[in-house]
Each structure stands twice: as C-alpha cells, then as structure tokens.
C-alpha cells in the first residue's frame, strides 16, 4: 500500500512566523504535490515536483516555497504565515502519471 | 478550455438506497485519465478508480460503478445499497494527455447517507 504522511495533523502558528509542512511517501514516487483546500474553493495546487530538486508552480504559488533534496520527501514553507494562510494542506505523490495517493492533510490555523 | 463539472453539490438519501453522482468534463484532448476520489469526515483523499479516455468499458468493484461516456462527457458514479460509511464528500477530476501532471478537480459532491 502507498504511504503518504504528513508531520502533524493540526498545526496552530502565529503571523510572521516561518512554518515547514513536511510530507513523505515511501512508494518510490517521482512526483509530489501539494494542495490547499478551502470549503467553496475545491482544492488548488501551490507547487508540484516531478524529480529531486525539481518544481513547478502550481495554481497558487504566492507565499509559498517548497523543497524537495531527497525523492521521499517533500517540503512546504510558508516563509512569513499569514491568516489567509490558515487552509488545510494536503501532500500527495505518484508514479509517472498515475493516480495521485494523499497524505492525511495538515490543519494549519494561522492567528 | 479543461473543466471538470459536478453539479450536484450535496445528496442525501436513506441507507441501502442506490445513489448516483455525476461527473461531467471538458477536454480538447484525445488522450486523457479521469478519476474519482473520496474524502471521508477525516480529511484524508482515498483514490477510487482511475480511467483513460481509450477505454470505455464500465468499471464495478463490489457496490461501487462507473459508468464511462465518452459521447456525453461523463464518468458517473453509482452506488449500490448505499452504506453510512459511504457518506463523504466524492471529487471527480480530469488529467489532461501525457505530458502533463496536474489535476482539474471538480467541486466535489457532499453524499449524506442517512440511517
């Protein structure tokens, strides 16, 4: 079975403060994907990986960074949170063009 | 333009009831995958079933099925004796061609089972 998890499940952050969600999958994927979900919005993608060292904006790229230094694992920064940055975040992975598997999601409140 | 349209935002029907929702897209591509994917109360996306736009066979697995139509532009979901367990909130999303990695989801239908 694929396995995508996530650092923490709820994550509470204040304004300014600089935040790392980690994601790892240990099916080997080559690609790594990371979604916000907003209740109206659906789910949007910030940024995607295909390869080690290897990005590409998604939808909504602004306020956001990743990093991606070993295939596992797929970091995402959010370099100065905002409230508007309070959203559920969700990691997912896949192999070549196959379907996307998904961690279990963070929660980040940011007050 | 590439879209992915699930009119029905929420459904609400008693236990054992069969229940269809309903997915239609929009792709300038020939070669193209579709996929439906569950979101239980947890938070956490479970993929279903994906499908490629060369194979239109109908696709069942115990009480789920899906019904591929490539005149009509739909991959409709159907559940049979519907469950408890099955309510969730159901995205059906659309990958374009093969070069391309992203996802267009739909808006997702919120499927209330009702005991």
């Known amino acids: 079975d694929v396995k995508v998890t996530q650092s923490s499940r709820y994550l509470v952050k204040r304004t300014g403060e600089k935040v790392f969600l980690e994601c790892v999958q240990d099916m080997d994927h080559e690609n790594m994907f990371w979604y916000r979900q907003d209740p109206g919005l659906g789910l949007r993608l910030i940024y995607f990986?295909?390869?080690?060292?290897?990005?590409e904006k998604g939808d909504i790229p602004e306020g956001y960074s990743v990093s991606r230094e070993k295939k596992e694992r797929f970091s995402l920064i959010l370099e100065s949170a905002s409230t508007n940055q309070t959203s559920m975040y969700l990691c997912a992975s896949s192999l070549d063009r196959g379907a996307q598997y998904f961690g279990p999601g963070t929660r980040l409140t940011v007050t | 333009a590439q879209k992915v349209t699930q009119a029905q935002t929420e459904i609400s029907v008693v236990e054992k009831e069969d229940v269809t929702l309903d997915c239609v897209y929009e792709t300038r591509d020939t070669t193209y995958y579709l996929f439906w994917y569950k979101q239980p109360p947890s938070g956490e996306l479970v993929f279903l079933i994906r499908?490629?736009?060369?194979d239109e066979q109908n696709e069942i697995s115990g009480r789920y099925s899906w019904n591929f139509q490539k005149s009509t532009s739909s991959f409709n979901f159907t559940i049979t004796a519907s469950q408890v367990v099955d309510s969730a909130v159901y995205f059906c999303a659309l990958r374009q061609g093969d070069s391309n990695y992203q996802l267009i989801w739909g808006a997702g239908t919120k499927l209330i089972i009702k005991p």
């Open positions: 499908r490629n736009s060369f």
């Open positions: 990986s295909y390869d080690v060292k290897m990005k």
